[in-house]
């Protein structure tokens, strides 16, 4: 069975640095085509993409955001971690952390509950 | 950047048929995912390259995607229906992944 699970503050200040955390299970990150990516939906708007990480290590961000955004793999390769920094209220949002198993032209097949991500002075 | 556009809503009453489009510079030319999202819920996958249906999703939910629109439908729409859907693509030229802005399906 295909979990996953994200972990971080719900609260920050203007200017800090967000880091989450998405625990998975049952699927490898060493499987070819194995693709993690970080999402995000602010309050009763669209879904948008952030950073995708793939089965070889590879980082793709969007573009806006590229340069306050680091996505990585843990050392034991079952989280996949995203930083973002210089957060502001705009930023405000739930963070999902989803998974592409067959490629990045594949859908997002598995996706965890989301994480509510408030940033307010 | 490549640009999906979704109706805002669309209203159905039980039983009849839902069609939810997605346009986009040749999209046909693209494989299109579709995802349903229930209030307060994350995201479900309901099709993938444009037609396929993950296991669990009901046959009711059906895909075509040609020209510059992509369509969902689905037939004999029940109150469990009632959600946002949303379309993405993988833009290739950009490794830009994009959603559409979401359409807001009402059961009458």
């Known amino acids: 069975q295909v979990t996953l699970r994200e972990s971080g503050p719900a609260l920050l200040r203007p200017t800090q640095t967000l880091t989450l955390t998405c625990s998975f299970s049952?699927?490898?990150?060493?499987?070819?085509?194995?693709?993690v990516s970080w999402l995000r939906q602010p309050p009763g708007k669209a879904l948008e993409w952030l950073a995708l990480v793939d089965w070889e290590g590879d980082e793709f961000y969007k573009t806006s955001l590229k340069t306050r955004l680091t996505i990585s793999i843990d050392t034991s390769r079952d989280r996949v971690v995203l930083s973002m920094t210089n957060v502001n209220p705009v930023d405000t949002a739930t963070y999902y952390c989803?998974?592409?198993?067959?490629?990045?032209?594949?859908?997002?097949?598995?996706w965890g509950q989301g994480v509510p991500v408030t940033v307010s002075s | 950047s490549y640009v999906l556009t979704q109706q805002s809503s669309v209203s159905v009453a039980p039983g009849k048929a839902a069609r939810i489009t997605c346009g986009g510079d040749n999209i046909g030319l693209k494989s299109v995912h579709w995802y349903q999202q229930r209030p307060g819920q994350a995201p479900v996958m309901v099709l993938f390259?444009?037609?396929d249906r993950p296991s669990g999703i009901p046959d009711r939910f059906s895909g075509f995607n040609s020209g510059n629109t992509a369509t969902l439908t689905i037939s004999r729409v029940e109150a469990g229906d009632e959600a946002d859907y949303y379309c993405?693509?993988?833009?290739?030229?950009?490794?830009?992944?994009?959603f559409g802005g979401g359409t807001t399906l009402t059961v009458l």
């Open positions: 993405q693509v993988w833009d290739s030229s950009s490794d830009d992944w994009v």
């Open positions: 989803a998974r592409q198993s067959d490629g990045y032209g594949h859908g997002f097949d598995s």
């Open positions: 390259y444009d037609d």
């Open positions: 049952g699927f490898s990150l060493n499987t070819s085509d194995m693709c």
